[in-house]
């Protein structure tokens, strides 16, 4: 039994009087009415009137373990029994937060130890700001405080972390970036490298990050934070050549790495962290979404031991920290999806078999007329729309106007696609069936099929 029990109409109308819609046009979703989602099992979300959509993107990329996991629930039920909220401040701990951080410690990549505690990636990402600023100065240098991110990259929503992503339609709004954040250009080869090769181009944005140290001075630069594959930015995989010159440039410099792994880790990729997939060494990792697969809300700043050394030599308070760090319900949710993940080897299955399986079928969709290229690691994949198949060409007119078009023909055929500009992207929870992913990809050429009607039908299909 569904506790709701209120008609479809209603909720709209309800939710159109008072409800404010994260990065939503008022306009757009009242005239519409939302699309009310009343519960979920498995890959599918059903709306209020019973009908099933396969959820491409797990949710906002964090179901990992799919919905309906009965045991999460029991685990919520227990805790908040015993003890629903206790502070981790004034030298307090629970067992919760204990088990957890050792369990990540253990997950985590060789040298990471410790997790800092968040109630979602945005705080985490804010305690990063702060703590690697901490770290220089508790050295000795204060004047070590210039983050270098990347444009286009996501980071979060709050003042910090909204700053550290590059996303320009956030930067117009409410005073961002704050001081102190700069951004290079993404290795985005399909939509920006031009008649290079990948490799090519791969290694000349990785060296942007070398001038850019340069023309800030090493003395100046705190740290770079980066996703190892960008999410919300449209799934860019990096050339193959972009990550080893990365690393190499952050090991002969002196400046902190901060692996963004909200999207990437929880088997995103095929193995605990992307980090790990790619052969990077962070000094720190930001999590959060897949990390309860949802389920309640938490983050996490994975921190190295020889950060962590300098904090505690200084001897003195970090003075950082949220309500909800290390919230003992979420803390123990997010303990059993690790469990789960781990002992139902959902993690090992993206590597070995459910991954590639994907990657075979999704890659078909290059052969259709409207796609360019059609990419994926592990379970995240997009696909290029494109009038010129040879040439990459982009849409005449507004981007996104196609993927648009892509993604209300997706939700027509029960499939949940993001689309991000004329990218269209998924993220499927990592327990998809065989079978599911066979729909999944009938779905997005069914979509297709359509979306290039209709492009036709307005005289759209022509390159800019
Ligand atoms: N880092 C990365 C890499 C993310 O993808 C965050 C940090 C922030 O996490 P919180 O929990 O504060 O949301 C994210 C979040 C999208 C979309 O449209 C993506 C995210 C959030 C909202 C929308 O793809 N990612």
Not at 105 to 119: Q, R
Not at 250 to 267: K, N, Y
Not at 297 to 321: C, K, Q, R, Y
Request: net charge negative.
């Amino acid at each position: 039994m569904l506790s709701n029990n209120m008609s479809t109409e209603e909720l709209q109308a309800l939710d159109a009087a008072h409800h404010l819609h994260p990065f939503t046009s008022r306009k757009e979703i009242n005239a519409a009415g939302a699309r009310v989602l009343s519960r979920a099992e498995g890959v599918f979300v059903y709306d209020n009137d019973g009908k099933a959509f396969l959820d491409g993107m797990a949710g906002l990329w964090c179901v990992n373990i799919g919905y309906g996991r009965r045991e999460l629930a029991d685990v919520a039920h227990r805790q908040m029994q015993e003890l629903p909220y206790y502070n981790t401040f004034f030298q307090c701990t629970h067992p919760p937060a204990v088990q957890l951080a050792a369990r990540l410690a253990e997950l985590a990549p060789a040298g990471i130890n410790h997790s800092f505690f968040a109630g979602s990636g945005s705080e985490a990402n804010d305690t990063n700001i702060r703590l690697v600023r901490h770290y220089w100065a508790c050295q000795g240098k204060p004047e070590k405080s210039i983050i270098i991110s990347r444009k286009n990259a996501y980071h979060g929503s709050a003042m910090g972390s909204g700053s550290l992503g590059g996303m320009k339609p956030m930067h117009d709004q409410g005073g961002l970036p704050i001081p102190g954040i700069v951004h290079i250009d993404q290795p985005y080869w399909y939509g920006e490298g031009g008649d290079k090769s990948p490799e090519e181009f791969g290694l000349e944005r990785a060296k942007l990050l070398e001038a850019e140290i340069d023309r800030l001075g090493e003395a100046n630069v705190a740290a770079f934070i980066a996703e190892p594959i960008q999410g919300a930015g449209g799934v860019i995989i990096p050339p193959s050549t972009y990550w080893p010159e990365i690393s190499r440039i952050c090991r002969e410099r002196d400046i902190l790495f901060i692996a963004d792994e909200v999207i990437t880790g929880f088997g995103r990729t095929g193995q605990w962290f992307a980090s790990q997939t790619l052969g990077l060494e962070p000094d720190i990792m930001t999590i959060a979404k897949g990390l309860s697969s949802g389920y309640l809300p938490i983050g996490a700043s994975l921190v190295s031991d020889s950060i962590v050394d300098v904090l505690t030599e200084s001897g003195g308070d970090f003075n950082h920290g949220y309500t909800y760090s290390a919230h003992p319900t979420a803390s123990a949710v997010a303990l059993e999806n690790l469990r789960i993940l781990d002992e139902e080897g959902i993690v090992a299955r993206v590597a070995d078999s459910i991954g590639p399986y994907l990657s075979e079928k999704w890659e078909t969709l290059a052969d259709h007329p409207l796609v360019g290229e059609a990419r994926s690691i592990g379970l995240m994949g997009a696909i290029e729309l494109t009038p010129d198949k040879t040439s990459r060409a982009k849409f005449a007119g507004d981007a996104g106007y196609a993927g648009g078009i892509c993604r209300t023909a997706c939700m027509e055929n029960q499939l949940v696609m993001r689309a991000v500009g004329d990218s269209m992207i998924i993220s499927p929870p990592l327990v998809i069936a065989e079978n599911e992913v066979d729909q999944l990809v009938e779905r997005a050429a069914k979509a297709l099929d359509q979306t290039l009607a209709t492009l036709k039908l307005e005289g759209r299909y022509k390159a800019a």
